[in-house]
């Protein structure tokens, strides 16, 4: 009773405070400049509409994860969004892209899981950007469906080179081993790994089996966003 008092004090403080927001400053879509949508959501109704969205049954090269919420392609104007999160620090695009995932994951009617962890860059990376993007989206999808968020969970133990550059077996063998979690996890709990894109999802496989090694009864991953295979991920100009 008293965790679910918690909960409903937890949804209800968001619930105010988006309201509150978006009474103060009304959303405006990012992409055309209309009036966006309560939440506060930067969007209006007809980009939302347009976004590229993915396959329903796009596949992925592993069945690590219980569950895959993947929305869109990596196209315009996801990409233009997601790379002026990662490189430009557009961090407003976090709440945008983490509170849409959140809302996406909704439509799936099975029941969400007990733990938000991001993808977390190696502190090299995190120095050098300032931010994680996996982790500003995982705060934000966390907060929409008030669930706990846990982001020194998981750590990148070594650097890695960038995936962009690398084929398939390479992608794997760079960021094989490269994560662990910093404790053990209790009671096998269902955790939900965010990242911005993947392409093969060879380091989100990776994290996903680093989460299980730890204690995690299963995971599910959320990413905004998949890139084809045909092309590599293009880089924006730092």
Same mark, same amino acid.
């Given at each position: 009773? !008293?965790?679910?008092?918690?909960? #409903?004090? !937890?949804?209800?403080?968001?619930?105010?405070?988006?309201?509150?927001?978006?009474?103060?400053? $009304?959303?405006?879509?990012?992409?055309?400049?209309?009036?966006?949508?309560?939440?506060?959501?930067?969007?209006?109704?007809?980009?939302?509409?347009?976004?590229?969205?993915?396959?329903?049954?796009?596949? /992925?090269?592993?069945?690590? &994860?219980?569950?895959?919420?993947?929305?869109?392609?990596?196209? /315009?104007?996801?990409?233009?969004?997601?790379?002026?999160?990662? &490189?430009?620090?557009?961090?407003?695009?976090?709440?945008?892209?983490?509170?849409?995932?959140?809302?996406?994951?909704?439509?799936?009617? @099975?029941?969400? $899981?007990?733990?938000?962890?991001?993808?977390?860059?190696?502190?090299?990376?995190?120095?050098?950007?300032?931010?994680?993007?996996? !982790?500003?989206?995982?705060? /934000?999808?966390?907060?929409?469906?008030? #669930? $706990?968020?846990?982001?020194?969970?998981?750590?990148?133990?070594?650097?890695?080179?960038?995936?962009?550059?690398?084929?398939?077996?390479?992608?794997?063998?760079?960021?094989?081993?490269? /994560?662990?979690?910093?404790?053990?996890?209790?009671?096998?709990?269902?955790?939900? #790994?965010?990242?911005?894109?993947?392409?093969?999802?060879?380091?989100?496989? !990776?994290?996903?089996?680093?989460?299980?090694?730890?204690?995690?009864?299963?995971?599910?991953?959320?990413?905004?966003?998949? @890139?084809?295979?045909?092309?590599?991920?293009?880089?924006?100009?730092?």
């Amino acid at each position: 009773m !008293a965790r679910r008092l918690v909960t #409903l004090g !937890a949804t209800l403080g968001a619930t105010l405070r988006s309201a509150l927001g978006t009474a103060l400053a $009304p959303p405006c879509c990012v992409l055309c400049d209309r009036p966006g949508l309560p939440g506060p959501i930067d969007l209006c109704g007809d980009c939302l509409a347009e976004l590229p969205r993915a396959p329903a049954d796009a596949p /992925f090269d592993t069945e690590i &994860f219980e569950r895959v919420c993947c929305p869109w392609r990596f196209e /315009f104007p996801v990409d233009a969004l997601v790379r002026a999160l990662k &490189f430009h620090g557009e961090r407003a695009h976090a709440r945008l892209l983490g509170t849409l995932l959140a809302r996406e994951r909704l439509r799936c009617a @099975a029941p969400l $899981p007990d733990l938000v962890v991001p993808v977390p860059l190696h502190a090299l990376r995190l120095r050098e950007r300032g931010y994680n993007q996996a !982790a500003e989206l995982a705060r /934000f999808a966390a907060r929409e469906l008030s #669930l $706990p968020l846990d982001r020194s969970l998981l750590a990148r133990q070594r650097a890695t080179r960038e995936q962009s550059h690398l084929h398939l077996l390479e992608r794997r063998r760079n960021v094989s081993g490269a /994560f662990v979690t910093a404790r053990v996890l209790h009671g096998a709990p269902r955790v939900a #790994l965010v990242d911005d894109v993947v392409t093969t999802g060879s380091t989100v496989a !990776a994290a996903a089996a680093a989460l299980l090694a730890g204690g995690a009864g299963a995971v599910e991953l959320w990413v905004v966003a998949r @890139a084809s295979r045909r092309g590599r991920v293009r880089r924006a100009e730092p």
